[in-house]
């Protein structure tokens, strides 16, 4: 049923007491005027209104508005239907709440985001433009808009036959006009894909096996491989606790999971590229906000942080395993740290850097030698000690300050996995 049933579902079943089936039946768990929308779109769509619903980024949740009520937006690029794009854009639908019901808006754009969009009560408008196209009274849909020329380069990919919209310049257009819009050039934008954390640790465990079992603090004599040894160690516990937390959360399957946390993955991508670049106290004040704003209690954040930090391990989604660690420490949950220490440590799905590495790993190694029960291991009391003597031996004193990255993004849609 998608993160948009479960979320309805959840509330439901926590708030009023009701049933999942209840709140979700016949409008897949959106208001009327919405389910409406995606009726109207999977007419003119292969999917079906149910499996639009399904599929990654077609319903996007926000308060875009900042009256506290959550407001939609369908982007019909990825529908995979022609019907609904033309060269540069798609058709997008925001539905922003009122006292009175949610009214609609209608745009063309290309890969939207919350971000793109701003509105005061029902009225919406794009970042970057300042006047919307409100829903024609008829219902159908309205015929695409000129788009203006740009000069971006296409962001993603658009499953279906639809090609992707592309950037279309005048042949006519001033080279001033151009240079003005610049986008950074990319290089290396077919590069091979990242290495794999779950083929590392299958070649560490083996590794492991060939030396007699696992380094420790009395036998270390290479950092890297005892730290190896005890991030594969952190993440195959981190796997084990959300499949158990997950177990207590019913009508959910592991894969849909999986797409629910690659959401949460991409909501934390800003913080999680931040972490390469970064101090650690930069990256968690980033981070604290993002959790200000996510709309969810610390308890049912650190529970979703939990299953998603097991699922994006699980299946090597980095981005949604990372952003989890991050929500946990700034949660309160100090010993999770440890797992940034390590992603920086080693350069799995960030930017190796060793110097940013050693306050994350201090922090781990500070809050168990304070009391904190650890939550990797925690039948291992001198396990602290090889972590303290290999990241020290690995980093030295190399710690040093980074620049300030990019805007934290606002919180859009986080998957609830419990109360």
Request: hydrophobic share 45%; net charge negative; aromatic share 4%.
């Given at each position: 049923m998608g993160w948009k049933g479960l979320l309805t579902a959840f509330r439901d079943e926590q708030v009023n007491g009701r049933s999942a089936t209840a709140s979700i039946g016949g409008h897949y768990g959106l208001p009327s005027i919405v389910?409406?929308?995606v009726n109207e779109i999977a007419k003119s769509?292969?999917?079906?209104?149910?499996?639009?619903?399904?599929?990654?980024?077609f319903v996007q949740l926000s308060d875009l508005n900042g009256d506290g009520r959550t407001d939609y937006i369908l982007d019909t690029s990825v529908t995979g239907s022609a019907f609904w794009c033309n060269a540069q854009s798609c058709a997008v639908r925001v539905f922003a709440s009122t006292p009175e019901g949610y009214e609609r808006n209608d745009f063309q754009a290309f890969n939207v985001t919350p971000a793109t969009f701003t509105c005061q009560r029902g009225t919406c408008t794009k970042a970057d433009t300042a006047a919307p196209r409100m829903a024609s009274s008829g219902g159908a849909p309205?015929?695409?808009a000129p788009a203006a020329p740009e000069t971006r380069l296409a962001a993603a990919t658009v499953s279906g036959p639809v090609a992707s919209a592309q950037p279309v310049v005048p042949s006519?257009?001033?080279p001033a006009t151009a240079a003005t819009s610049a986008a950074i050039p990319n290089f290396f934008g077919d590069a091979p894909a990242a290495a794999s954390l779950e083929s590392r640790c299958n070649a560490v465990s083996l590794q492991t096996s060939t030396n007699g079992g696992f380094v420790t603090a009395a036998t270390m004599t290479d950092p890297d491989q005892a730290l190896a040894e005890q991030f594969c160690l952190a993440r195959s516990y981190a796997i084990a606790r959300g499949e158990e937390l997950l177990a207590q959360v019913s009508g959910v399957t592991p894969s849909q999971v999986a797409e629910q946390c690659a959401g949460f993955g991409?909501?934390?991508?800003?913080?999680?590229?931040?972490a390469s670049v970064q101090p650690r106290e930069a990256v968690l004040q980033e981070v604290g906000r993002f959790v200000l704003e996510s709309g969810m209690s610390p308890a049912q954040l650190a529970k979703t942080a939990q299953i998603c930090l097991g699922s994006g391990y699980r299946t090597d989604d980095l981005d949604a395993a990372i952003g989890s660690a991050l929500a946990l420490v700034a949660l309160g949950r100090a010993p999770y740290a440890e797992l940034l220490g390590h992603h920086l440590s080693q350069g799995f799905g960030t930017t190796?850097?060793?110097?940013?590495?050693?306050?994350?790993?201090?922090q781990a190694i500070e809050a168990v030698d304070g009391g904190t029960t650890p939550v990797f291991s925690p039948g291992q009391p001198e396990r602290v000690d090889l972590l303290r003597k290999a990241?020290?031996?690995?980093?030295?004193?190399a710690a040093t300050p980074a620049q300030a990255g990019p805007?934290?993004?606002?919180?859009?849609a986080i998957p609830v996995f419990g109360d």
């Open positions: 389910a409406a929308a769509s292969d999917p079906s209104a149910e499996q639009l619903v399904e599929r990654s980024g309205a015929a695409p006519g257009a001033a991409q909501l934390m991508k800003t913080q999680v590229a931040a190796e850097r060793t110097d940013l590495s050693l306050a994350w790993y201090a990241s020290l031996t690995l980093g030295g004193n805007e934290v993004t606002q919180a859009a």
